[in-house]
């Protein structure tokens, strides 16, 4: 996953196929009405993408840091 801030309000995100799949399932398990429990395998691979998400957030939070 990378992150780059084009401006206040837009954001351009490069997601893997594994995470956009990911973050897809997810979305339409919640738009459908969230009903059943997730997989043990569906819930670790939240975990990741939220942890690849905070990775690249910080990476980007330096980036913004180093350009002040």
């Not at 206040?8 to 969230?34: C, D, K, M, P, Q």
């Amino acid at each position: 996953m990378h992150i780059e801030k084009k401006n206040n309000l837009v954001f351009h995100i490069t997601l893997s196929g594994y995470e956009l799949a990911t973050l897809i399932s997810a979305a339409r398990w919640v738009a459908e009405g969230a009903k059943g429990e997730l997989t043990a395998e569906a819930i670790q691979q939240l975990k990741q993408l939220v942890a690849n998400y905070d990775r690249a957030a910080d990476k980007l939070r330096e980036r913004e840091s180093n350009k002040e």
